[in-house]
């Protein structure tokens, strides 16, 4: 089975850094993937780990530890439209298994 | 290109009818999912074509949803005798083969079940 768990909400700061947590258990790992989503529109994609380290794009990163079974992912400079829910899943063997999602809250 | 596509965006039933949502994936991707995504929550896996052959359907919660893609490229879920507990987002994703091949996801069709 699969088991992914993140933070329901998260408020933070326009200009700050957050960093959002994923803990993970599940019987097949292909590689993880962080999407943004808001309200009433489709998760976009953000991120894809599948070695343990960092990858980082422009004002996000994400980090996997396979042996420890998490990820988070990084935001800098916060701005307003980071306003949405982030969303982790594990990839198995055809599918995504998805989080709950956190509800980021981004005040000025 | 055109990203993936949903019709309809909104959809209202009346408990009891059967309804049909239709996705049009990213032209050339071959796999498609469909995911139902409850209020607060995060995307549930309803079931998976590659092509036209859906080699996975474990996330149907009745025998009353039915997908197909019969000539692998756009899908249709159907749900009969609709129920209140059926309201939901349903989310369309497409990629470009299969695995761990990142999935790019369409609008949604809202479900409203009365």
């Known amino acids: 089975g699969q088991n992914i768990d993140q933070p329901t909400e998260m408020t933070a700061t326009e200009g700050a850094i957050v960093q959002i947590n994923c803990t993970y258990q599940?019987?097949?790992?292909?590689?993880l993937f962080w999407y943004q989503q808001h309200a009433g529109e489709a998760p976009t994609f953000l991120s894809y780990n599948v070695l343990d380290g960092l990858e980082e794009k422009g004002r996000f990163s994400s980090f996997l530890s396979r042996s420890k079974g998490y990820s988070y992912l990084l935001l800098k400079e916060l701005q307003m439209k980071d306003s949405a829910s982030y969303l982790c899943a594990v990839s198995g063997y055809s599918t995504l298994t998805f989080g709950k999602g956190t509800m980021l809250l981004v005040s000025p | 290109g055109a990203g993936v596509s949903q019709s309809p965006r909104y959809k209202v039933a009346k408990r009891g009818q059967d309804v049909a949502l239709r996705c049009d994936p990213i032209?050339?991707?071959?796999?498609l999912f469909w995911y139902q995504q409850a209020l607060g929550q995060g995307p549930e896996f309803l079931t998976y074509f590659q092509n036209e052959a859906q080699l996975d359907k474990s996330g149907l919660p009745s025998d009353r949803f039915f997908a197909e893609r019969p000539e692998g490229s756009v899908s249709t879920l159907k749900i009969q005798r609709t129920q209140q507990e059926d309201s939901a987002v349903y989310l369309c994703a497409s990629s470009l083969a299969g695995g761990a091949d990142t999935q790019y996801f369409g609008p949604g069709t809202r479900l409203t079940v009365l």
């Open positions: 032209s050339g991707h071959v796999s």
């Open positions: 599940t019987s097949g790992f292909n590689g």
